[in-house]
């Protein structure tokens, strides 16, 4: 089963060699942390705004 597990605002940063980095807010990196340490896999939906 899928629930939403949280919705934040960020910038895409690049550190070269084709990979993106997404940095997540210090209000939801507890609940990231838990997620990476259970091992799960998220689904990523990006959107903008205008």
């Known amino acids: 089963m899928m629930g939403v597990e949280f ?10 060699g084709g990979r ?9 990196r507890e609940k990231a ?3 990476y340490e259970q091992d799960k896999e998220v689904i990523v939906i990006v959107a903008t705004e205008g």
């Not at 919705?7 to 070269?16: A, D, E, L, N, V």
């Not at 993106?20 to 807010?25: D, F, G, K, L, T």
């Open 33 to 35: 942390k838990q997620l």
């Open 7 to 16: 919705i934040f605002r960020s910038k895409i940063s690049s550190h070269g």
């Open 20 to 28: 993106y980095i997404i940095y997540i807010p210090k209000e939801v």
